[in-house]
């Protein structure tokens, strides 16, 4: 993917994570739950607030241009803020001039408050949803296979292949842009109006081979040419090879598919692997585009690509494609903790403990907190409400939480370039490793709300939200509930740390949340509980000052979060990364397909700071290019020039997709100039970075015995590298202390200093 780093453009991703702490405890029910009453609390609206009426939804028309296209009219999305009013009643037309009564539902204020009561105790991550698979593309090409049924035992069996280039191209060129002169290697596959598959993938055919071989890919970092098919048949005919069809997807400047000739034995595939295959399949079987795939589950035998990572298989219809993981965010929580759901009611976790649990007949509880819905202040009969409301806006448009970003929702791993879920990539290796994801997610407070993208009105919606400044009130009730969970209730709702009310610590909620809207802080008015004493009366008493002074242990899942929640010091340029095409058409994807680089060498060029970072910022790629005379200009000047060249045109870090032969050399060297640059910037303080380093390791081994279990390979990568240290280090008096340090960490873990 063809990118540039433009200077002095930066953005603060909109979200980042509360890290989990070492376990998450759970217990039983306790016994000194005695408390019931109510808490009367006022919301108010930091920035616009926006929670939809989903009674109905309205379109309007709107001209949109994209990719410097001529504009089209198109159906565009409008919706309303929540009310009790029954939009069905409504036109388009004639909505916006009703000015209801807006109203921010209870279940809204109980999801917020919840994550604020998991994240203030260390709670399960309750909302984690197991049926959404981690998934990524590839990283690694995979090597050609087939999987045949085998007759005897009717279990499928793994054999490596031969691939033959099946060109279908509009255009005749292998990868390295040179032009094929074969007149041998034709069109096959499909008719020349590209309507008809004339093949289907799986198809047994017979192929005579080219004399030659074509164009070039890499498998375990070696380049490996390919033959082409010279002659294909539908019958068996002497002198033909016999091989299966491979379909894969269709686009533009599509090069070939592939006919797979049987090889040698790999051995047998068990029923999980094949459900990893048919997962990666289903991501792709009912997108238009991959047409070619829609019958691959059925073929027999099956072509498909696969790569062995540390043992474990990973197949899927593409040589790069999408990439079904093994492991799942419940195991990866299981393992970090036990911050897994819970699911059981004698071992419950604090939050769930008090906002209850769903699960079968045996395994339910009952909350023991409710959320009354919030409404203006004044609440008044026959009240124009039109002072509450915003003009209708665009919002910019919203994706999903994109969790395949493992650059962002991991942990870093040491000494990997690149890493998923299941492996990390660095020099000369692919290992497996025991994943870590960052934590619970939060975004970041924004003061001013993203502009709209008026290319994009199709894939965004008008909203008419309430303004900001604006007053709600609602009350929670509790029932049987202990002192403990009364404090932290109170602190999970007001989220004033210092024990002072303060607009400083204020929550998010409702949508837009990554672009603005829906800062909300919550006060306490009155707390009204009632204990039932020995003699079985009820006692009454106001606590509001009592439940409000509690403050926490100031940990550090207490400093992330309440720098998070830190209303008064937002950071600035709070945005989505994206990139610009060479329509100018701006994406998302784009800045994660280039911050992960080439796909043959994978690395990561931008991970996700930890909250408590002083610097949140993450350079921003566009799409740009050298033309003309700049272009000129460089390759006849020298290396001094070629710098200011680049640097003048934006470019600090390139990856310039050829359009003819002569930009891959204004990619190679410019790569070469960035090289230099960063070496000489590394080399000012090589000392200071280790040090940092290494530093973290220490507190990291800092804690463990591994006497009766091995040390993860995590937990390796960090023990490798203060070994290293403390062998090669330098020798000034700050590295002796910390190599000393290090010693004593690794003692104390029962390690071997060798």
């Known amino acids: 993917m063809a990118y540039n780093v433009v200077p002095d453009e930066s953005f603060v991703n909109p979200y980042n994570f509360v890290s989990l702490g070492l376990k998450c405890e759970r217990h039983e029910a306790s016994e000194d739950a005695k408390f019931s009453g109510v808490i009367r609390c006022k919301l108010k609206t930091l920035t616009p607030l926006f929670i939809p009426n989903t009674t109905k939804q309205f379109t309007y028309k709107a001209m949109v241009a994209k990719g410097g296209k001529p504009p089209v009219e198109v159906d565009c999305k409008e919706m309303d803020f929540f009310s009790y009013e029954d939009l069905r009643k409504y036109t388009s037309e004639t909505y916006y001039a009703n000015h209801p009564c807006p109203i921010i539902p209870g279940s809204s204020i109980r999801g917020v408050i919840r994550c604020a009561f998991e994240t203030l105790t260390d709670s399960c991550l309750s909302t984690v949803d197991d049926e959404v698979l981690l998934h990524r593309r590839s990283s690694i090409p995979k090597r050609p296979g087939l999987i045949i049924t085998d007759q005897t035992t009717k279990q499928p069996v793994l054999y490596d292949a031969e691939k033959l280039m099946l060109n279908m191209a509009r255009h005749y060129s292998d990868v390295k842009g040179r032009r094929i002169a074969d007149e041998n290697l034709s069109k096959f596959g499909v008719d020349q109006s590209r309507d008809r598959l004339l093949y289907h993938t799986g198809q047994t055919v017979y192929v005579r081979k080219t004399q030659r071989k074509y164009g070039e890919y890499k498998t375990d970092r070696r380049y490996v040419e390919l033959y082409g098919v010279e002659e294909i048949k539908t019958s068996s005919t002497p002198g033909f090879q016999e091989g299966y069809v491979l379909l894969g997807e269709d686009f533009q400047l599509k090069h070939h598919d592939a006919v797979f000739l049987k090889r040698n034995l790999v051995g047998k595939l068990t029923d999980e692997e094949m459900e990893n ?264 008493a106001d606590w509001t000052k009592t439940l409000q002074s509690y403050s926490p242990v100031e940990t550090v899942r207490i400093k992330e979060y309440k720098r998070l929640t830190d209303f008064s010091n937002a950071p600035s340029k709070v945005a989505y990364p994206y990139s610009y095409r060479k329509n100018n058409d701006k994406t998302v994807y784009a800045w994660f397909a280039a911050n992960t680089g080439n796909i043959n060498s994978p690395s990561f060029k931008n991970v996700l700071p930890h909250a408590t970072s002083s610097n949140q910022q993450l350079e921003l790629a566009v799409f740009k290019e050298l033309k003309g005379r700049e272009r000129e200009a460089y390759f006849k000047g020298n290396r001094d020039e070629q710098e200011e060249i680049a640097e003048n045109a934006g470019i600090l870090s390139t990856n310039i997709a050829p359009k003819d032969p002569g930009e891959g050399e204004v990619k190679r060297q410019l790569v070469d100039v960035q090289a230099e640059r960063e070496a000489k910037a590394n080399a000012e303080k090589p000392v200071e970075y280790k040090l940092k380093k290494v530093k973290d390791c220490i507190k990291y081994i800092t804690g463990y015995l591994f006497k009766t279990e091995a040390p993860s390979a995590h937990q390796e990568d960090k023990i490798d590298y203060l070994r290293d240290f403390i062998k090669n280090g330098p020798e000034d008096k700050e590295s002796k202390t910390c190599k000393t340090n290090a010693r004593k960490a690794l003692k104390d873990a029962k390690l071997n200093l060798e």
């Not at 009155?526 to 009366?537: A, C």
Request: proline share 6%; glycine share 6%.
């Open 277 to 540: 295959l048919r997962n990666v399949w289903n991501l792709y079987r009912d997108k238009s585009e991959f047409k070619a795939y829609k019958g691959y589950w059925t073929s027999e035998p099956k072509p498909v690509y696969y790569e062995v990572v540390d043992g474990v298989r990973y197949m899927s219809p593409a040589c790069l494609t999408q990439e079904v993981f093994w492991n799942t965010i419940t195991s990866i929580l299981e393992k970090s903790g036990g911050y897994n759901p819970c699911t059981k009611i004698g071992s419950l976790c604090e939050a769930c403990r008090l906002f209850g649990l769903i699960g079968d007949d045996e395994n339910s509880l009952a909350s023991r907190v409710m959320f009354m819905d919030a409404k203006p202040v004044p609440l008044e009969p026959d009240t124009d409400y039109s002072s509450y409301y915003e003009d209708p806006r665009e919002l910019p448009i919203l994706g999903g939480p994109q969790i395949t970003a493992t650059e962002f929702y991991m942990e870093d791993v040491p000494g990997a370039n690149y890493y998923n879920y299941d492996y990390k990539v660095g020099p000369s290796m692919v290992k497996g490793i025991d994943a870590r994801i960052r934590g619970r997610k939060f975004y970041w407070h924004s003061k001013d709300l993203a502009p709209a993208d008026h290319q994009r009105l199709d894939m965004t919606s008008k909203v008419r939200a309430v303004k900001a400044d604006k007053c709600f009130e609602f009350d929670v009730h509790v029932d049987r509930v202990t002192e403990d969970e009364l404090k932290k209730l109170v602190l999970a709702l007001t989220l004033n740390f210092d024990g002072k009310p303060q607009e400083q610590w204020a929550h998010k909620m409702g949508h837009g949340k990554p672009v603005g809207y829906g800062s909300a802080k919550i006060e306490i008015e009155k707390i009204d509980i009632y204990s039932l004493n020995d003699d079985f009366v009820f006692e009454s």
